[in-house]
């Protein structure tokens, strides 16, 4: 089992900036093998694709979020960031991590983050 834990997520203004944290425990993985990815959803909308990271630190970005978004991991931590910059009220969503480990997907819960105008 993996347990995949958000945290970090709140209400800030637009061109503000917030840090997720995604936790991973559990037993049977390690974390340093694990491509890990956040995804968010908007109400009314589908989850999409926000950033990823490779178990060897190579990193992918949505369009909408590139240049303002960063995406980075902790190992010894098993946990993943997301440094946000620069946000705006379409950046508002739920925020999931995800990560695909033994032929399935595993998510954690998500966290709310709320750009006001």
């Known amino acids: 089992q993996v347990q995949l834990v958000e945290s970090g997520g709140g209400l800030v203004q637009a061109g503000g900036s917030l840090r997720l944290s995604c936790a991973a425990s559990?037993?049977?993985?390690?974390?340093?093998?694990?491509?890990m990815g956040w995804y968010r959803q908007a109400p009314g909308k589908q989850r999409d694709l926000v950033a990823t990271?490779?178990?060897?630190?190579?990193?992918n970005y949505a369009n909408s979020v590139k240049g303002r978004f960063t995406i980075s991991r902790d190992n010894a931590k098993n946990t993943v960031y997301l440094q946000m910059n620069s946000l705006k009220p379409e950046d508002t969503a739920v925020y999931y991590c995800?990560?695909?480990?033994?032929?399935?997907?595993?998510w954690g819960p998500g966290t709310q983050v709320t750009v006001s105008s």
């Open positions: 559990g037993s049977g993985f390690s974390f340093n093998a694990m491509a």
């Open positions: 995800n990560t695909n480990l033994w032929r399935r997907t595993w």
């Open positions: 990271i490779t178990s060897d630190g190579i990193t």
